[in-house]
Structures are given as C-alpha cells and as structure tokens.
C-alpha cells in the first residue's frame, strides 16, 4: 500500500513540474472584477433610479458585485446582483435538480443563454457563458418594487449584452 502512495505522489510531482504545467496554468480561466462588467449609467437604466457605483458582494472577493441606488444595498431597495461562475456552475444552473425551476434559453446573447425562473415570486436570473467565463444578473427589489416578469426579462437581457461584451 505505500508503494501505491509514494508512486501517486511521484507521479503527481512529475505532472506538476512538466513542460506542460505552465500551458495548464495559462488556459486557466481569468479571475473578472464583476463591478467592472456594467456602468452605473446602465444599471440605473435597468433599475429605473440613480445607482450607486456596484461594490463587491464580499469586499474580499472580485466574484460578485451588487447595483443600487441604496449605498447598503438593504433588503428594502431594488438592486441588481452579477456573478461570474464557472462553465461547470453554468452546466448545473442549465439543468436545475428543484423541478419548479424554469429554464428558457435566450438568443443573441455569449455562446449560450437562459433565463432561470422561479415560481413564486417570478424573479429570474440570466445565465451567460462566453468562451470559458459564465455569469449571472439578477434584478431584485420587494414586492411593492418588483418589475413585472416580462420587463425582468428585457432588462435582464440588456444588462448580459453589456456585460458580455466586457468579458
């Protein structure tokens, strides 16, 4: 059995210290600034009011970015939330296991597009995948504030169209 043990680790350092590692490392997807993918001009236009500048979801990490004309983003204003996903998290939200969720692709949009709905309230997402790199957007505000499904929709588009192109 240690034999086993000491040929894997071998092996192991042999792969990592190959010619092709550096080819490997290069092809890794990019870290993206998600507050870098949208303007404050087009998430005002999408949330209908003036937002503030996006800011990280968790200050220490560039995955996630929320929008709003809040400087707290609370839970009472209306917002728009972008995460960068993998291709893999892509694949999974493309086939949700909860059978409530609709999904509806969407054209003109990356390499591949869906709106992910939930039933109640019909809040959807956008997922986009361009190349190796996947987002979602999300517009989010309570109930009293809330867009209606289909203008969800045509903003939600708007926002991936711009957002894609700075990927």
Not at 58 to 71: F, K, N
Not at 103 to 109: A, C, H, L, T
């Amino acid at each position: 059995m240690k034999t086993n043990g000491v040929v894997s680790a071998a092996t192991g350092l042999i792969l990592l210290f190959s010619p092709s590692a550096p080819r490997a490392a290069a092809q890794a997807p990019k870290v993206i600034e998600a507050c870098s993918l949208l303007t404050v001009a087009e998430a005002s236009k999408a949330l209908d009011q003036a937002s503030k500048p996006g800011k990280r979801m968790m200050e220490s990490s560039p995955e996630g970015c929320i929008w709003s004309a809040d400087p707290a983003a609370s839970d009472s204003s209306r917002k728009i939330a972008l995460n960068t996903h993998t291709p893999r998290a892509f694949g999974f939200a493309r086939s949700p296991a909860i059978t409530t969720i609709k999904v509806e692709p969407v054209g003109g949009v990356g390499d591949e597009a869906f709106y992910q709905i939930y039933p109640a309230p019909q809040s959807p997402f956008i997922w986009v995948r361009k190349g190796s790199n996947a987002i979602s957007i999300r517009i989010m505000g309570t109930k009293a504030n809330q867009f209606s499904l289909e203008q969800n929709k045509s903003k939600l588009l708007a926002l991936a169209k711009s957002a894609v192109g700075r990927l």
